[in-house]
Structures are given as structure tokens and as C-alpha cells.
């Protein structure tokens, strides 16, 4: 099952990445694709480069296949173009950016999962990240070791070609769809900030695949499949990333290791769970105020 790395501009983050999935057992029989976005000026070009010296010299997987963006792309278009590409190819693809550490049995988690889930239509993506605790406890009473909920989550995840067709990049209903309440209400189950941040990206104000992505799911009445025990870490969140500050908060000390994981036999949305996940990204008003401004700012910087 093949890997879409997305890689960019940081050297040392896209180097931890592929030692770690380097660390999986699979690896060795995995082809990953590469797809390096192009520098947006002069200034990052070395550290484009030095991440392209890095790819090309990363061993212990059955292939790597790098593509080398000769302009710079963004994030959305290279995650959604490098997608599109595997799946052009592949039935299956894992996806993983630059700035992820993943566990030693990340892999095997998620071949697992797209096995399983591979004829379950309702279910459009599997990740492999989950929220550390403190943000989100998993009821105890949960059997199993991954769940079901209405949110794609992007940090480690992979999908289907035939689910992947369905998203619609230009959303043209939002307009319409956004003045309506209950339409507001059901979509805020996935996150009580997913409507907010549709919004933007319909006015130009982000440019997210991932939002794009949440929304292809709610729209086609789909799930996500999140283990209960993170397999990923975002290392990004250390103020080098273009689209997140400097934080702990999604941080965890240890990532998921065990491969005896047991998965939900059929695709069921908990409502309990869903009650207590659409709150994990609740921030005050104060912090959205600030986050927006440093977000206007670092987009002038760049």
C-alpha cells in the first residue's frame, strides 16, 4: 500500500518523518511517493533543496518515486494533486506530511484499516492521529480501539480511490447551505469549529484541503475512523509551520505501539463520543481573535 509524503521547505522535520516510517516493519515493502513543493522565492530555496537532498537519499523502503514541484504549489493544491496522482495508480493510498512522527506500527495500522473498512462505503478515510487526552477521554465503557466519528482528521491517513472521487474542491452550495441553521447545527457534529472554518475557506480567507475533505464526508454521510491511543505526533506545531503556532496542546508523550488493536466490527457512530469530540477544538474568543491575527500576519510574511 503506497505513501504520499507531502514535503516542503523543513529539512529536519521531513528527516524525522522518514526515519520514522523508515522504523515500520512495512516499510521495506512499501513504494513511497514524494511530491516536494518549489520554493516562493529565493529566500527558502536552500531549505527546499536540502529537503530534496534528504528524499533522494532515503533508503529502506521497496521505493521512492519523488516528485519535485518546479513552482510552489501551496499545501492544498500539492496534497490534493499528490493524492489524486496514487490514486490514479492505486486503489489505497496512506497519506502522511512532512512535519509527522509516526509510530512503529503505524503502518500496520493502516494497511489494517483499509482492509477492513475497504467495502464499508459510509467510511471515507482512516487516520491516525486522535487528540491527546486531556482534550478529548474516550468513554472507558468504549470496546474497541479505534471509533468512528464525522470528521476527517488529517495529521497520518489514508483513503480510497473511489471515496476520493466524491469530494467536491469548490463546495458551490456553501453559499446557500451556510444561512441555513440546521444545516450549521448537523455539520458542527464533527467540531463546533468546522463551519467557521468552511466559511473562511469559501471567502478566501484559508486555503485548506482539509476542511474541503471534512466537508466531503458530512456531505456524503461518511465517517472517519480515529484510534482511541494516538499513532501519530505533529512535530509542526513548533512555530515553523505556516498554518499553526508554536503549541503542546496536540502533543503526546507516547504514541500507540500495539498491534493486538481490536476494530469496530461495523461502522457506528457513538453519540457519546461524538457529544464529547465536537467540543475538543473549543477555544475562547480571545484565542480565536489572536490565532486569526497571527494567521493574517504570517500569511503577509509569506
Not at 136 to 147: E, N
Not at 176 to 188: A, G, H, K
Not at 191 to 219: C, K, N, V
Not at 253 to 279: Q, S
Request: proline share 5%; charged share 25%; aromatic share 12%.
Amino acid at each position: 500500500m503506497p505513501i504520499a509524503l507531502i514535503g516542503y521547505n523543513r529539512p529536519r522535520h521531513i528527516e524525522e518523518c522518514i526515519a520514522s516510517l523508515r522504523a515500520n516493519h512495512e516499510a521495506e515493502e512499501t513504494t513511497v511517493y514524494a511530491f516536494l513543493d518549489g520554493p516562493r522565492g529565493i529566500e527558502d530555496a536552500p531549505l527546499v533543496e536540502e529537503v530534496r537532498r534528504i528524499t533522494r537519499s532515503a533508503t529502506g523502503f521497496r521505493e521512492m518515486r519523488i516528485v519535485e514541484r518546479d513552482r510552489n504549489l501551496g499545501l492544498s493544491r500539492n496534497v490534493i494533486d499528490g493524492v489524486t496522482r496514487v490514486l490514479a495508480e492505486h486503489e489505497s493510498v496512506i497519506v502522511v506530511e512532512d512535519d509527522l512522527v509516526v509510530s512503529p506500527v503505524f503502518l500496520w495500522y493502516m494497511q489494517k484499516a483499509l482492509g477492513l473498512y475497504r467495502s464499508a462505503s459510509g467510511v471515507f478515510s482512516v487516520s491516525g492521529y486522535n487528540y491527546p487526552r486531556k482534550l478529548f477521554p474516550v468513554p472507558a465503557s468504549h470496546p474497541y480501539d479505534a471509533f468512528f466519528v464525522m470528521r476527517h482528521m488529517c495529521w497520518g491517513w489514508g483513503t480510497w480511490r473511489d471515496r476520493w472521487q466524491k469530494a467536491d474542491w469548490e463546495i458551490p452550495d456553501f453559499p446557500s447551505l451556510s444561512r441555513n441553521l440546521s444545516w450549521r447545527r448537523s455539520f458542527s457534529e464533527g467540531g463546533l469549529d468546522l463551519p467557521h472554518m468552511l466559511e473562511e475557506q469559501a471567502r478566501g480567507q484559508i486555503d485548506s484541503w482539509a476542511i474541503r475533505w471534512t466537508y466531503a464526508h458530512f456531505a456524503n454521510h461518511a465517517v472517519c475512523l480515529v484510534p482511541v491511543k494516538s499513532l501519530v505526533n505533529n512535530m509542526g506545531v513548533d512555530g515553523t509551520g505556516v498554518h499553526m503556532k508554536s503549541s503542546r496542546r496536540y502533543f503526546h508523550r507516547t504514541l500507540n505501539g500495539n498491534t493486538g488493536m481490536r476494530f469496530p466490527p461495523h461502522v457506528y457512530v457513538d453519540p457519546l463520543i461524538t457529544r464529547k469530540f465536537k467540543t475538543a477544538e473549543r477555544r475562547s474568543l480571545v484565542y480565536r481573535i489572536f490565532f486569526k491575527l497571527y494567521r493574517t500576519l504570517r500569511s503577509r510574511e509569506t
